[in-house]
């Protein structure tokens, strides 16, 4: 036999490995790319969707929850690419946006870092603490339970120089950036924050010059705002109740009323509803009540530190029932206006 011969006979044998090789590499490299690259997240629907795990959650709650806000071609494979990637080591609690084709690398990636997209809190229009407590828990891992619970905590509010009856005043509504995975304690340290942000000096030293102390020119707000929600009347009410509480007169503010009775649906305050024993009976206390009746907005309480200097001491609705007021400095007056918002009322059949 030639060396030729021998030659060509070992460079058979050499490239039959050779290619067992590259088809293994090949097999290897498809596998890996249909676990880790193919996409295989598509949400449930064509508005923004998010995967929110909760606190002590399980690679098993992960795969469970991520099902119900999206369609997963392949669970199979996102188990395996979270079992190589070992996920389930650490899950991080957290709100992860799920995006329309994402593969299961991208997903994994952004789970094991824990990078959450900030939810954008917002809470308005809310009257009491367990309609605050709701909406703030309905937007957040943390349940409306345990923010109810540290509202009417004592020893926990005395922190923040607040008590279960000026806890709502922490909470001035807007928009705020935070992570969904909050914790109730965390949410009060933030709100704190920001309330303290937005007690400037220069709004200490208008709610001084009344003088209210911050807390007070809240409630104030939150009595105004309930009385009208017509902002250019705002200032003219917060003016007359400040005559009032400076002439020593009791403030009788109807709105005050509701609350102590816990019926905002009244239209018309009766004599009734006057002898309800309550601290937020402004007919029957001097002076404010002791906490907000509603969650005063940055406008209302504004409207007080910005009142208007006038020497009304009474006002009653206006008979176009508009929302609107009329005001004035006599009795004599007042009763003229009492009169034909009385009869307008009579004309239309309220009667509660």
Not at 74 to 88: D, E, H, I, P, T
Not at 155 to 178: D, G, K
Not at 277 to 284: A, D, E, R
Request: with cysteine; proline share 5%; aromatic share 12%.
């Amino acid at each position: 036999m030639t060396t030729k011969t021998t030659k060509k006979k070992q460079s058979k044998k050499l490239k039959k490995p050779i290619k067992w090789v590259s088809f293994i590499a090949l097999a290897i490299f498809l596998y890996f790319s249909a676990i880790f690259f193919v996409p295989n997240i598509f949400p449930r629907t064509n508005e923004k969707a998010f995967l929110c795990i909760p606190d002590n959650s399980t690679f098993s709650d992960v795969t469970r929850l991520l099902n119900k806000n999206a369609n997963i071609l392949s669970n199979v494979s996102f188990k395996q690419a979270a079992g190589l990637l070992r996920y389930g080591a650490k899950i991080r609690s957290g709100r992860y946006e799920l995006k329309p084709g994402m593969n299961n690398f991208q997903l994994i990636r952004i789970l094991r870092s824990g990078k959450q997209t900030p939810v954008k809190l917002t809470f308005n229009n809310i009257r009491t603490k367990e309609q605050l407590a709701a909406r703030l828990g309905s937007q957040l891992m943390a349940d409306s339970t345990s923010i109810l619970k540290l509202l009417n905590d004592t020893a926990f509010l005395a922190t923040y120089h607040l008590n279960p009856y000026t806890s709502i005043s922490l909470f001035i509504p807007n928009t705020y950036e935070v992570f969904w995975n909050m914790n109730a304690k965390e949410l009060f340290k933030r709100m704190d924050k920001e309330y303290n942000n937005f007690w400037t000096d220069e709004r200490k030293a208008k709610a001084a010059a009344i003088p209210l102390t911050p807390s007070e020119v809240t409630t104030m707000a939150s009595i105004v705002e309930e009385e009208t929600n017509n902002k250019h009347d705002r200032p003219m009410v917060a003016g007359l109740y400040i005559n009032r509480l400076k002439a020593g007169m009791p403030l009788q503010a109807d709105p005050t009323i509701k609350f102590a009775v816990g019926d905002f649906t009244i239209k018309r305050v009766l004599f009734g509803h006057l002898r309800t024993v309550s601290p937020y009976n402004t007919y029957k206390n001097l002076g404010l009540p002791p906490g907000p009746i509603r969650v005063a907005t940055s406008e209302g309480i504004d409207a007080v530190l910005n009142y208007t200097h006038h020497h009304y001491i009474y006002m009653c609705a206006s008979e176009t029932l508009n929302g609107e007021h009329k005001f004035a400095a006599t009795w004599a007056e007042h009763q003229v206006n009492a009169k034909k918002y009385q009869a307008e009322l009579n004309k239309r059949q309220i009667f509660k």
